[in-house]
């Protein structure tokens, strides 16, 4: 039986930044910075407007608003401008670690100012080096004072790689975000690239180091081949250039692959020249355990599903590198591909036949 991986190509796209985004995002900064020097005593009102500091006239400080027409009799220096501004008071990506072709995290945004019922806001998504692209959500018009969950533009996809998203807003008077410490209307994502299967020639494989079987599931659990099966290759033979990282199931095509344990499902993928079609379980034992070589589309479970003990997740099919129809199992008990270095496969053939009995 045949079934050697091979890295697919990560369908992650890269793309380059776009220069123009360089600009608006460094637009901000220079702004903020004048504030901040303009060399003022700072005062706040109380009551939860948000103001900015007001300069001498002396100090030309940019933030200092043209008088209005004696109307409220401001003058230069003799009092506070009641000037608010927005402000992101919340904003945040959750979770801020995703792995590239998962789920994208959920971003909540709250923007406020005193008395402005709206205000114009977009967030814009900056790799910080790598092969990311920019991003940009337009919001529009958005609601101050409420938490706002902006939807991704469709089709959405994040290389892996560091980021940082910055949320951009203006009121009606055109007043831009107010970027305070707490409240900075910025916020960081990490995109942690796709495990896969190893390459078809990887480095003489050390026989996996088995952990103690005391970590193995034990007796409690399902047979994942629902129907007669026999056994092929075990685990740890030599194929020429690697060693066999799982146990091959012999049994008939279009058999149900079930959930040996409850549990979530991972990851589900395609690899055409390795393991075909395939799903990675977490176990609620705190185990991975990955099925190959399923039918192709035959998977009916989808990525990060919660999933029951005898669940079916794929049929047994013959995709990828194999040469007859068969479950190719592998057990991870520190989790599937995670790089660690306990991340290492054990030989699963006492947990199934465990689950045989
Ligand atoms: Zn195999």
Redesign the pocket.
Same mark, same amino acid.
């Given at each position: 039986?045949?079934?050697r991986f091979r890295a697919p190509k990560l369908r992650i796209r890269a793309e380059v930044p776009r220069p123009e985004a360089t600009a608006a995002e460094r637009g901000d900064m220079p702004r903020i910075r004048q504030r901040t020097l303009g060399g003022l005593a700072a005062t706040w009102v109380a009551g939860g407007a948000l103001l900015t500091p007001v300069a001498p006239a002396s100090a030309g400080g940019a933030a200092v608003p043209p008088p209005s027409g004696g109307v409220g009799g401001i003058e230069y220096g003799s009092a506070l401008a009641p000037r608010g501004r927005p402000v992101a008071s919340r904003f945040r990506v959750a979770p801020a670690r995703v792995v590239a072709g998962s789920a994208l995290p959920r971003i909540l945004l709250r923007l406020d100012e005193a008395g402005v019922p709206q205000v114009r806001a977009r967030i814009v998504l900056w790799p910080l080096g790598g092969r990311g692209r920019v991003v940009k959500l337009d919001l529009g018009r958005v609601r101050t004072g409420m938490l706002l969950r902006p939807a991704w533009p469709k089709g959405t996809t994040l290389a892996p790689g560091r980021y940082v998203l910055r949320v951009h807003a203006s009121d009606p008077a055109g007043r831009k975000l107010l970027r305070k410490a707490r409240a900075p209307g910025r916020s960081r994502l990490t995109v942690a690239a796709r495990p896969t299967p190893p390459p078809a020639t990887p480095a003489p494989a050390p026989a996996p180091a088995p952990l103690a079987p005391a970590i193995l599931a034990g007796a409690a659990g399902t047979f994942p081949v629902a129907g007669p099966h026999t056994y #092929?290759?075990g685990f740890g033979v030599d194929r020429g250039d690697h060693r $066999?990282? #799982?146990?091959?199931v012999l049994a008939a095509e279009g058999l149900a692959v079930v959930a040996p344990t409850a549990g979530v499902v991972r990851f589900t993928e395609f690899q055409a020249d390795g393991a075909g079609e395939y799903v990675v379980l977490r176990s609620v034992t705190g185990s991975d355990y990955f099925f190959? $070589?399923c039918i192709r589309s035959s998977t009916v479970v989808a990525e990060s599903q919660a999933v029951r003990e005898g669940q079916p997740l794929c049929a047994v099919g013959s995709t990828g590198r194999?040469s007859a129809p $068969?479950l190719?199992?592998?057990l991870w008990p520190r989790g599937w591909r995670t790089g660690a270095g306990n991340s290492v496969p054990v030989d699963p053939l006492p947990q199934l036949l465990a689950w045989e009995r």
């Open positions: 039986m045949t079934c #092929g290759d $066999h990282q #799982g146990v091959d190959a $070589h194999s $068969h190719h199992f592998e």
